[in-house]
Nanobody, 119 residues
């Protein structure tokens, strides 16, 4: 059973930066697309960034130009660099891997990491 552990969240002022990490217990990111998701209170979980096994990245329009995702296959770890943060980025951030639909990831969700952006 693959386990995912997100870390790096916290309280940051608007305009600031945070780097999130996603550690996986298996070599999943070599073979799947890694997705970063977020869920704000009262809202559905949304996909904000992806990186394929080959390293191709995509971003939601709301974060494009501000967030950057990367990964280190040797460490089984993915990253989400978040710059120019806005209060609307406040959410619990999760990572997961998928080979099919992004909304049907292959693994159990981790606990996520809270990012709170103050204005």
């Amino acid at each position: 059973q693959v386990q995912l552990l997100e870390s790096g969240g916290g309280l940051v002022q608007a305009g600031g930066s945070v780097r999130l990490s996603c550690a996986a217990s298996g070599f999943i990111f070599r073979f799947t697309t890694m997705g970063w998701y977020r869920q704000a209170p009262g809202q559905q979980r949304e996909l904000v960034a992806t990186i394929t096994s080959g390293g191709t990245t995509t971003y939601a329009d709301s974060v494009k130009g501000r967030f950057t995702t990367s990964k280190d296959n040797a460490k089984n770890t993915g990253y989400l660099q978040m710059n120019s943060l806005k209060p609307e980025d406040t959410a619990v951030y999760y990572c997961n891997g998928f080979r099919g639909r992004w909304d049907q990831p292959d693994y159990a969700w981790g606990q996520g990491t809270q990012v709170t952006v103050s204005s």
